[in-house]
């Protein structure tokens, strides 16, 4: 008889382990409140970036502070009022950048995942008939002044450590590679080993057709409570109740909502972001997405038009939407091309962060037949379908392709 999992979050991280599993046999069912790619994954840049391996530290934090306190600037925001409720993840993540061993075991793990990502992704999207959405013109990081370029040394440092390959463009290469782009910026930095999606959103419903065609089933129902027995599971949603051999836990930042009610209490925070879809009136495109280093947006090509970003917003989870980020990064992304006029409404996501920026992913401690795949932050899209692999070796008792020790659900309890 098959083994029957049920999976819990239909975002590009939870359906890439249905995927996975429904591959190897698995009798799968998914199973999310909204639509597929409709939570987390539906706001952010789309990269598959091999240069997102530098973890959050308090250098950075702590450059940010008093803009990010007084909302002066698009790279952070911080709601005081909000902070006593990350104490352990604060707590944690100073403990985490008290040494330079910690840091950089953290860019090693991280880089483990992504060494991975981009191949796995292409295998699903070929599967899925969704390559035409894979864009391969790298991740381009751009610097106003070179100062701040000279501020990057750390992370080239790293990059020729990792044998990450990279580029500094000057100003009339970056032009010839981007010409929408004002020519404004004294360095670039093109990161090679990197694609991104032009609508992850879009990926995440063509990745659920292939989990049906492979037998797996999807359905629409709200979570309420996750009921362990001796050998089984009981999910009760408002509509139904169901039974499953096992469990993938994979719900991004409401996780807790289930964590907590099983006595597990990780540190995680949400890192809140924002996206808007601009037209440029001129037709200006981009071929790759941007990163405006000093500016602390994003800009990247989707189906859409151009979706610009911000960076972090600490507050609540469920906390009204504040407009004033967007804002200044869209105040901020008109001296660096010309946005057009904005399509759509805003968008506002929560990514789920633990202090070490690593996810958790791999065998609940306390539950036999439960298994977390959360926690990925900012590269929950671009580790989607690694994560799935290995989350999938584990459970059938395969080796997984790297060493899962620092992603252990164990590590903080």
Same mark, same amino acid.
């Given at each position: 008889?098959?083994n029957?999992?049920?999976v819990?979050?239909?975002?590009m ?8 599993l ?15 790619g409709h939570g987390?994954s539906? /706001? ?7 240069g997102?391996? +530098?973890?959050?530290g308090?250098?950075?934090?702590v ?9 002066q600037?698009?790279?952070v ?28 075991? *953290? ?6 995942? +992504? ?17 035409d959405?894979?864009? =391969? ?20 440092? +790293? ?18 590679? =981007? ?5 404004? %910026?004294?360095k ?7 694609a ?9 419903n ?18 309420k ?6 050998q ?7 509509? =139904?109740?169901? &039974? ?21 209490? %990780?540190?995680?925070?949400? &890192?809140? /972001? %924002? ?33 610009? *970003?911000?960076?972090?917003?600490l ?28 399509t ?5 996501? #929560?990514?789920? #962060? ?21 926690g990925h ?11 799935g692999?290995?989350?999938? &070796?584990?459970?059938?008792? &395969? ?9 252990s659900?164990?590590? +903080?309890?």
């Open positions: 008889m098959l029957n999992i049920t819990l979050g239909a975002g991280v939870g359906t890439c382990c249905a995927i996975q429904a591959e190897r046999g698995y009798k799968v069912t998914l199973i999310d409140k909204r639509r597929p987390t539906y /706001g952010n840049a789309g990269l598959i970036n091999r997102s391996v +530098f973890p959050l308090m250098n950075e934090l450059h940010h502070l008093f803009p990010a306190i007084l909302k600037t698009p790279h925001h911080v709601h005081l009022r909000y902070l006593p409720a990350y104490w352990r993840w604060l707590v944690t993540l100073i403990k985490n950048n008290r040494t330079r061993s910690a840091y950089h075991n *953290t860019v090693i793990s991280l880089d483990a995942l +992504f060494q991975h990502a981009l191949d796995e992704h292409k295998r699903l999207l070929l599967k899925a008939n969704a390559l959405m894979l864009l =391969e013109g790298g991740w381009l990081k751009l610097y106003q002044h070179e100062d701040a370029f000279q501020d990057s040394h750390r992370e080239r440092t +790293f990059y020729d450590q990792l044998a990450i390959a990279y580029d500094i463009l000057s100003p009339s290469q970056i032009s010839e590679l =981007e010409p929408a782009i004002f020519p404004r %910026y004294a670039g930095i093109l990161i090679k080993e990197t991104s999606l032009s609508d992850p959103c879009a990926v995440v063509r990745y659920v057709d292939l989990l049906l065609s492979l037998g797996g089933k999807y359905l629409q129902r709200d979570v409570r996750l009921i362990p027995h001796c089984t599971y009981t999910v009760e949603t408002t509509q =139904e109740t169901l &039974e499953a051999n096992e469990i993938i836990l994979a719900m991004g930042p409401w996780s807790d909502n289930l964590l907590h009610s099983l006595g597990y209490h %990780y540190p995680m925070a949400w &890192e809140r /972001g %924002y996206h808007q879809h601009y037209q440029p009136e001129d037709g200006s495109r981009l071929n790759r997405p941007i990163y405006d280093v000093e500016g602390g947006f994003v800009i990247a090509p989707m189906l859409q038009g151009l979706r610009l *970003t911000t960076g972090i917003e507050t609540h989870r469920d906390a009204p939407a504040s407009p004033r980020q967007l804002k200044q990064a869209a105040l901020a992304a008109q001296s660096c091309l010309p946005l057009g006029h904005p759509g409404d805003a968008w506002l996501g #929560s990514r789920p #962060s633990m202090p070490d920026s690593l996810p958790v992913i791999g065998a609940a401690p306390k539950h036999p037949g439960l298994w977390f795949a959360f932050g900012h590269v929950g899209v671009g580790t989607a379908a690694i994560t692999r290995l989350l999938a &070796e584990q459970i059938c008792n &395969e080796k997984p392709l790297i060493d899962m020790t620092p992603f659900p164990s590590r +903080f309890l």
